[in-house]
């Protein structure tokens, strides 16, 4: 990332923030924009809110690309969605909450892949697009199932809904992108 890492405190800021967020959209209430003077909060960056049940299992995961807003809104805005617009998942209940794990991954911008040898699985994340499809999948994931390049370009490719090895196509555009990645923040007595 081309911005200096957050500390703790900034971390825990925006830990705080997707939590309200989450417990906010879970209890169909109405969400209130975050407040802070702090410019690495204030900054404009991507990131994705990822949820994840007590086993471990994905129960929502949204995000924006793009850096068109601070970091503390995309954050909290990132954190209701997973929690009530994944389509994967009906809407997360109250009942829910506890024990709800949440992490935050910020995106520095992605950059374009001349070359497949350019991205390395678990450092990188990966965009692909050809026309109306784009796929996303996160650095983190192609550690979690120790993909290789290729592996990890068609598992992007399937996320957009191409098929298997549709990234050779010239007219696919693939990018790359870092994140920094923290969180395992269980929201408890929500």
């Known amino acids: 990332m ?4 957050l500390n703790q405190a900034q971390r825990e800021e925006l830990l705080k923030i997707a939590r309200a967020a989450v417990v906010t959209a879970a209890r169909g209430e109405r969400q209130i924009s975050p407040i802070t003077n ?9 990131a994705f809110v990822t949820l994840t049940e007590r086993d471990g299992k994905l129960r929502g995961c949204i995000g924006y690309i793009g850096a068109d807003r601070p970091l503390i809104d995309t954050v909290a805005q990132a ?5 009530t617009r994944d389509s994967r998942f009906p809407p997360l209940s109250p009942a829910e909450l506890e024990g709800l794990g949440i992490s935050i991954s910020v995106l520095s911008p992605p950059k374009p892949v001349r070359e497949i040898g350019q991205i390395v699985p678990g450092h990188h994340g990966l965009i692909v697009r050809k026309g109306y499809w784009q796929g996303l999948l996160l650095p983190q994931v192609a550690a979690r199932y120790g993909w290789d390049t290729e592996r990890f370009l068609d598992e992007t490719c399937l996320k957009a809904g191409m098929r298997r090895g549709e990234w050779r196509d010239p007219g696919v555009v693939i990018e ?11 929201i408890e007595n929500a």
């Open 176 to 186: 790359c992108f870092t994140a920094e990645v923290f969180g395992d923040y269980e």
């Open 79 to 83: 954190a209701a969605a997973a929690a």
């Open 38 to 46: 702090d410019p690495a909060l204030r900054r404009k960056a991507g």
């Open 2 to 5: 081309s911005e200096e890492p």
